[in-house]
């Protein structure tokens, strides 16, 4: 007697082929997925020192005094403060914001600006005379990205 067979699922063979073609497909993505995730760690770096620094540049206006952010290559941060005697560091009573670190596997790598690695905004909102310069990050893939400051006191990256 012939009896049909109930065809009511996948051939162990099916499953298979399916599974080894979406592993060759995450083989191919996976480099694109991983570039794609990168870039987005640098701009959410920038796009988070260009908020804080822009802060900055608001308080030196707001509070009438000056404001300065001061970077920290050896520990990978900054700091940004409202110095109410105008004598450049930090003094007990003065208003200060972080210390912001930078993302895991990202090194604050260079801070180039006249002086000493620190920001001094006035209260007009431009920078002190000549201190426009460069930050430089390094992420663990050894890409180097780097954020423009100017005079003005506006940035780009």
Do not use: W
């Not at 007990?92 to 993302?103: I, Q």
């Not at 431009?126 to 050894?142: M, W």
């Amino acid at each position: 007697m012939n009896t049909v067979r109930n065809r009511d699922g996948f051939s162990l063979i099916e499953l298979m082929v399916v599974l080894a073609l979406l592993g060759m497909s995450l083989l191919v993505a996976a480099p694109n997925i991983s570039g794609y995730l990168g870039t987005k760690r640098m701009e959410r770096t920038f796009d988070d020192m260009s908020a804080h620094l822009d802060m900055a540049r608001h308080l030196a206006v707001s509070t009438n005094t000056p404001c300065e952010a001061l970077f920290d290559t050896a520990y990978d941060n900054y700091r940004i403060f409202v110095d109410t005697n105008a004598n450049g560091s930090i003094d007990t009573g003065e208003r200060v914001l972080g210390p912001f670190d930078m993302p895991n596997n990202v090194d604050l790598e260079t801070v180039s600006f006249a002086g000493d690695g620190r920001l001094v905004f006035q209260t007009s909102g431009v920078l002190g005379s000549g201190q426009g310069g460069s930050i430089i990050i390094k992420y663990d893939n050894g890409v180097r990205d780097t954020m423009e400051v100017y005079n003005s006191g506006s940035l780009s990256y």
